[in-house]
């Protein structure tokens, strides 16, 4: 040992001081600015956004067609939306999807849309505006188009978020389509 270098006095914690620094500092940073990685976390202090099926409620016989809006609704401005569906298809048939022309602005959804029938699962329904313009209010995003296979109601309930020109993600958000046969 050299002379006047400070020694740890017996029984010092003084590895663990600095592991705690290190996860106290780690865990300052996500709450600030996200997680570690850089991807943005949903922002607590954002403006509310809500999602919707329109319409929220489907009378048609068995064999019938009806199309369905997945539509948000917010104050802030909206770049990018990134949505899941499911239904039950014993009981609805998945026939196609399409982006909604008041949130799309070149013609398509992100292409990595994946429908698995089998499951009744739509999942990635991804769209961006591209260029300067966001958007905000209330605007549809996607179109979906089902068909009713039995008289029993069953539902068809979308979730997912939406993301300001920043990055940032609303918090999770869920609507719900109810289809019966016929009419009420």
Same mark, same amino acid.
């Given at each position: 040992?050299?002379?006047?270098?400070? /020694? *740890?006095?017996?029984?010092?914690?003084? %590895?663990?001081?600095? #592991?705690?620094? &290190?996860?106290?500092?780690?865990?300052?940073?996500?709450?600030? %600015?996200?997680?570690? !990685? &850089? +991807?943005?976390?949903?922002?607590?202090?954002?403006?509310?956004?809500?999602?919707?099926?329109? $319409?929220?409620?489907?009378?048609?016989?068995?064999?019938? +067609?009806?199309?369905?809006?997945? @539509?948000?609704?917010?104050?802030? @401005?909206? /770049?990018?939306? !990134?949505?899941?569906?499911?239904?039950? *298809?014993?009981?609805?048939?998945?026939?196609?999807?399409?982006?909604?022309?008041?949130?799309?602005?070149?013609? /398509?959804?992100? *292409?990595?849309?994946?429908?698995?029938?089998?499951?009744?699962?739509? #999942? !990635?329904?991804? !769209?961006?505006?591209?260029? *300067?313009? =966001?958007?905000? %209010?209330?605007?549809?995003?996607?179109?979906? @188009?089902? #068909?009713?296979?039995?008289?029993? $109601?069953?539902?068809?309930?979308?979730?997912? /978020?939406?993301?300001?020109?920043? &990055?940032? #993600? =609303?918090?999770?958000?869920?609507? +719900?389509?109810?289809?019966?046969?016929?009419?009420?």
């Amino acid at each position: 040992m050299k002379r006047g270098t400070p /020694q *740890p006095k017996r029984g010092s914690n003084r %590895g663990l001081d600095k #592991r705690l620094v &290190g996860l106290l500092f780690a865990l300052v940073a996500t709450q600030i %600015g996200g997680v570690c !990685d &850089g +991807t943005p976390m949903p922002d607590p202090g954002a403006a509310a956004a809500t999602l919707k099926c329109a $319409p929220t409620n489907v009378y048609k016989a068995p064999g019938a +067609t009806f199309t369905i809006a997945l @539509q948000f609704d917010t104050a802030a @401005q909206v /770049q990018a939306v !990134d949505l899941d569906v499911k239904y039950d *298809p014993a009981h609805i048939k998945f026939l196609s999807i399409g982006p909604h022309p008041e949130f799309d602005d070149d013609g /398509q959804l992100f *292409p990595s849309v994946v429908v698995d029938e089998s499951a009744g699962k739509i #999942r !990635d329904i991804r !769209d961006s505006r591209h260029g *300067p313009t =966001s958007l905000s %209010g209330k605007k549809k995003v996607a179109s979906i @188009q089902f #068909r009713v296979e039995t008289s029993q $109601p069953s539902t068809i309930v979308a979730t997912g /978020q939406v993301a300001d020109p920043q &990055g940032v #993600r =609303s918090a999770g958000l869920t609507a +719900t389509c109810y289809v019966s046969a016929g009419q009420i």
